[in-house]
């Protein structure tokens, strides 16, 4: 097998704290324009209509951006819980994943693991919504890919390969970052190797995902810094 | 006219001293292979072979990476100077792209640069190999984007456009940062905001190129430095 040279990191809910960060802007915009909903059932409702839309676009005509996928499931969520939030509104909110808070060890870790190791981002965020989100979080990384570059999303396996391809990587040479299961399945699927960073409180205390079972060579960490002190020391 | 949001940076020439690195490496690779030459009269003429191999790859139905279209000039331009360095010093020297010097105003005119704008660059290197001259220069940007995106190469007006998109960005709110006249005026032509940066040592002392004449609202600048003294404070 030969060694790791390039890691690529998972964004939402891997690197940055989505729901915490949601929960925040919404109680705001909330506040401001004087609509009252029950703002943690949004927000989580939100985010699970995230894969079935984005299932959508992969096995539709045309690609769409994250904006505009998560500008239709908010005005769906919305409807759905009876909450009359006004476009602008609704804007700022979709806004809000370019300005979300890094989990604690975020930029301590990946600047640990960009020291011995070519690091990327591999997130189906746009490349223009990731470096928004990067400039705020002041993250740094060598190249912010997406999965824009293949014209389609995780996890189909060419967003996968076209990325390993761009750092002229073969896929058994990369390591896919993830706090999701799927994610790593897809990825290893194809060659790369899947490292699980345990998020607990990605949906709320005690609301983390567990590491998919059965992936040969799984590596487990309790965060990015453990992460750098297993791989870089 | 809307503001300027992001800076695009081009690399070799611009942020990079090509021809002293490149000097120092030929210099370095024929003394360890005993092999003499007249080392600058190889590396000029092999930068001067780039863009009409780039202009062949735009007009050949497949792209090429600029790994493989140094490869092929540098044997002709060796070959034409009865030079036998053999194919690992070649290799080397190809590969010495990824391990050019920057300019010494060059890190901390981006930073600062960066500061205020988001900055990009939009250079005929592919990806890969920018993340390795950026790993090995020490220098950020926002985001490395490639002519590669765009399958084609500069001065194609749909490589600027595609940068361009990929940042969200209207071309009239973004600029782009050259030492060469050529790149500007191909910016300009779809709405770039051209801005000059004088590297007179580029072809070695005293061997810069001017700024292009005729450009309306060209910016000349004594390079980063300077640059970031006029555009942030």
Known sequence: MPDTRVLFFD????????????????????????????????????????????DTV???????????????????????????????????????????????????GLDRLRARFRTATLSNGHIALLVDL????DLRVDAVLSAQLAGSYKPEPRVYLRCAELLE??????AMVAAHGDDLVAAARVGLRPIF???????????????PTGLPGLVVADGLEKLADRLCD
């Open 11 to 54: 964004v939402f809910g891997t690197l940055l704290d989505w729901r915490g960060s949601l929960l925040d802007e919404a109680a705001d915009v909330g506040s401001r324009m004087g609509v009252s909903a029950d703002w943690a059932a949004v927000v989580d409702d939100w985010r699970r209509a995230y894969q079935p839309a984005l």
């Open 58 to 108: 992969r096995g539709g005509p045309t690609w769409l951006d994250l904006d505009a996928v998560q500008r239709d499931t908010l005005a769906q969520v919305l409807h759905h819980h009876r909450v009359a939030l006004p476009a602008e509104g609704r804007e700022t909110l979709v806004r809000a994943w370019r300005r979300l808070r890094p989990w604690p060890d975020t930029r301590t």
């Open 134 to 137: 990067f400039r705020f979080a």
């Open 169 to 174: 990587c073969d896929p058994r040479e990369a």
């Open 197 to 211: 960073v345990r998020r607990p409180e990605e949906w709320g205390p005690g609301g983390g995902g567990d590491p």
